[in-house]
């Protein structure tokens, strides 16, 4: 069976049909049991056809998950920035004149593109402010209290740990590739020895060799 040619779910398939098929047709089994292939080792291919099924979901519930956190991850993103952008407009009025506010706070420099960029410009913004009492109370005047800042500070703290858990899913996800495709490797090198064999075996018997899927040119 030649997998570079088929997609998973064929794989799964046409492996199924020469399994599972040969255990439930005695004719069958009388064939390829004396070719080493009895109930013992077509329970072997079944077992690896079985972990591969396995895997194949795994890895599909696996980038789900990623596809998850990736919409977590964008959607804290966006409104952290939002609220952001618009304590940084207020800051820039209520500093106005205050140079170490203006270079502390960043408040005329451009707004960095990277992630890494804006999760330190953003933490560095509301942190300065946090620690200052002066320019606490000059925000407070704005509506925008300590609470509040404190709050979005945690906004954005949650936006850097859905960004890990983000990256955690992509890794899981790899991961369940990887073993996905090595049991695939495994279950169609199996399948391909059997198919040998069941050809020898049911030479005569081309119907039998249609039941397990395997095409018998005229």
């Known amino acids: 069976m ?49 972990e591969a099924t396995v895997l194949v979901e795994t890895q599909k519930r696996e980038y789900g998950e990623v596809d998850a956190a990736q919409q ?48 330190n410009q953003t933490r560095s913004f509301y942190r300065a402010i946090l620690a200052n009492e002066a320019w606490k109370t000059e925000l407070a005047k704005y509506g925008q209290t300590e609470a509040m800042l404190t709050g979005e500070l945690a906004m954005i703290d949650a936006v850097a740990t859905a960004s890990e858990n983000k990256k955690k899913e992509m890794g899981d996800a790899q991961n369940a590739t990887q073993e ?6 495994e279950l169609a090198e199996w399948v391909t020895d059997y198919e040998v064999i069941a050809r020898i075996a049911l030479a005569d018997k081309p119907q039998l060799l249609e039941k397990l899927g395997i095409v018998v040119k005229g």
């Open 72 to 119: 977590v991850f964008d959607d804290q993103r966006k409104n952290a920035h939002k609220v952001y952008m618009a304590v940084l407009a207020i800051s820039k009025i209520a500093f106005k004149g205050d140079v170490q506010a203006i270079s502390t706070l960043d408040l005329t420099g451009r707004r960095a593109s990277t992630f890494s960029g804006w999760l």
């Open 2 to 50: 030649n997998m570079s040619d088929m997609t998973i779910e064929e794989i799964l398939f046409q492996s199924g049909l020469r399994i599972n098929n040969s255990l439930g047709d005695q004719k069958i089994l009388n064939a390829v049991t004396p070719l080493g292939y009895g109930p013992e080792k077509l329970t072997e291919g079944q077992s690896l056809l079985n």
């Open 180 to 185: 996905r495709d090595e049991k695939l490797e």
